[in-house]
């Protein structure tokens, strides 16, 4: 879970950048993890970007690709499309997802995108999601969304006969570059997922060592998000003993503080 989300943020950051913006990833998980929970519309909008590859690393795969989701992420990355826009949508991609091998789909994703009117972001969210249901993953990996050299999506054009039900073909020079951008982002991933099982391990070793309440709870959030804020609300810690209790796991090693500030803390592997 934290390698999901953790790639979520460097996805946000790549998307915010693109959007002109000058929110860098610590200032993203500022804008959420520092808003109170479930006032979503405070995180601002470089916050939302955040919240939607948070919404592809943690929701379940099958339903990434729903009316009701694609409807909650279009709005998250600043689009208000209506009901029938995203139901076209909807219905593109299910065509995609059932039509030929995995390279046309994911060029699909992208000419889909672009055809509705979205930007590359979009289509890169649209391609983990559909590349986790074609191997049959419980969860998507942010992929495409952190590669910055992405370039221009795919461009629909029509299709000769027997082509694909969406009216989608594929540039090869196109296809190309996109398979590179997800070559290049697939390894970053791995070297990402090799670091955070090194600073995982030495979690999980030091965690017997902790005899605050509630410590398990903590170690599992810790295991399964990018960050937690010191003043998170755990069931049977209060507040001064989760900041001793990341004082502590800092002193170990097993944890690092990310904000560099005193004040506000955020602690993660």
Do not use: C
């Amino acid at each position: 879970g934290a390698w999901r989300q953790r790639l979520a943020l460097s996805a946000a950051a790549v998307t915010a950048k693109q959007a002109g913006r000058v929110e860098d990833e610590n200032a993203l998980r500022d804008a959420v993890l520092l808003t109170r929970p479930g006032d979503f519309l405070s995180v601002g909008p470089a916050g939302l970007l955040l919240l939607a590859w948070r919404r592809l690393a943690a929701r379940p795969a099958e339903e990434l690709l729903t009316k009701r989701n694609l409807a909650a992420v279009l709005e998250e990355f600043g689009y208000a499309p209506d009901d029938e826009g995203v139901s076209a949508l909807t219905d593109d991609l299910r065509q995609l997802a059932a039509s030929g091998g995995t390279v046309v789909m994911m060029t699909g994703a992208m000419a889909i995108a672009e055809r509705h009117g979205f930007g590359r972001a979009i289509g890169a969210w649209l391609a983990d999601a559909l590349l986790a249901q074609r191997l049959g993953w419980a969860q998507a990996v942010p992929l495409l969304g952190a590669e910055a050299a992405l370039g221009a999506s795919a461009r629909p054009r029509r299709s000769a006969a027997g082509a694909l039900a969406t009216g989608i073909e594929t540039d090869p020079e196109r296809a190309k570059s996109l398979l590179a951008a997800q070559a290049r982002a697939a390894l970053r991933a791995i070297d990402l997922f090799a670091e955070l099982e090194r600073r995982a391990d030495r979690l999980l070793a030091v965690a017997p060592k902790l005899r605050a309440k509630a410590a398990d709870t903590v170690v599992d959030k810790l295991l399964s998000d990018d960050a937690i804020v010191a003043s998170e609300k755990i069931a049977g810690m209060s507040d001064r003993g989760l900041r001793r209790l990341f004082d502590r796991l800092v002193e170990l090693g097993a944890v690092r503080e990310l904000s560099g500030r005193s004040t506000f803390r955020i602690y993660g592997l």
